[in-house]
């Protein structure tokens, strides 16, 4: 089964810049797609395909994808941005097709 | 604007039955995949399940397979879960959404709760 492994928690001070890692085997290899998850809300996919970001997506939003280790960067943070944040992948050998990393908690200081 | 709004949830003792349904508007439904995700209380995102857009194939999860049935109509522009011989780690919070051509997830309802317990 493929696994991706997110760090449990990220602090960021507003305007700065979050960095949330993303790491599986040969993850560079696969598309891998990022989600916002608020309480209450709908999840919402912010970036797809490694580096595109869907309409209405902020430009601080953005991602990046080699070797075993996928990247989301969320510039100028805003106390808005504060989220759990999943990857995911496909991956046909895996017992789930779609894959979705452990999960980040961003706290906006 | 793209609506998806999951019904069907509640509490279930073990080993019974729900049907969830998920609504879609504002898009063409037959032109999507459809899948179910799940986020059991202070856990991460799983797929449940996934349906292509004509119901002609659809996929499990390894650990679901033979309880869970999805499928959809896509007359009434909805999608459905039938989950039998439900668990007490079934208890969860389960979205719809469609699916991208990346095979990621486009858009997701706010989900429907699901709650096993005796």
């Known amino acids: 089964s493929y696994v991706l492994t997110q760090p449990p928690s990220v602090s960021v001070a507003p305007e700065k810049t979050a960095r949330i890692t993303c790491g599986g085997n040969n993850i560079g290899s696969k598309r891998v797609h990022w989600y916002q998850l608020k309480p209450g809300q709908a999840p919402v996919l912010l970036i797809y395909y490694d580096t595109d970001r869907p309409s209405g997506i902020p430009e601080r939003f953005s991602g990046s994808n080699s070797g075993n280790t996928a990247t989301l960067t969320i510039s100028r943070v805003e106390a808005g941005d504060e989220a759990d944040y999943y990857c995911q992948v496909w991956d046909s050998s895996s017992d789930h097709l779609y894959v979705f990393g452990t999960g980040t908690k961003v706290t906006v200081l | 604007e793209v609506q998806l709004v999951e019904s069907g949830g509640g509490v279930v003792r073990p080993g019974g039955s729900l049907r969830l349904s998920c609504a879609a508007s504002?898009?063409?439904?037959?032109?999507?995949?459809m899948s179910w995700v799940r986020q059991a209380p202070g856990k991460g995102l799983e797929w449940v399940s996934g349906?292509?857009?004509?119901?002609?194939?659809?996929g499990y999860a390894d650990s679901l397979k033979g309880r869970f049935i999805i499928s959809r109509d896509n007359a009434k522009n909805s999608l459905y879960l039938q989950m039998n011989g439900l668990r007490a780690e079934d208890t969860a919070l389960y979205y719809c959404a469609t699916l991208g051509s990346s095979w990621h997830f486009n858009y997701w309802g706010q989900g429907t709760l699901v709650t096993v317990s005796s």
């Open positions: 349906i292509n857009w004509n119901g002609g194939s659809t």
């Open positions: 504002g898009f063409n439904f037959d032109d999507y995949g």
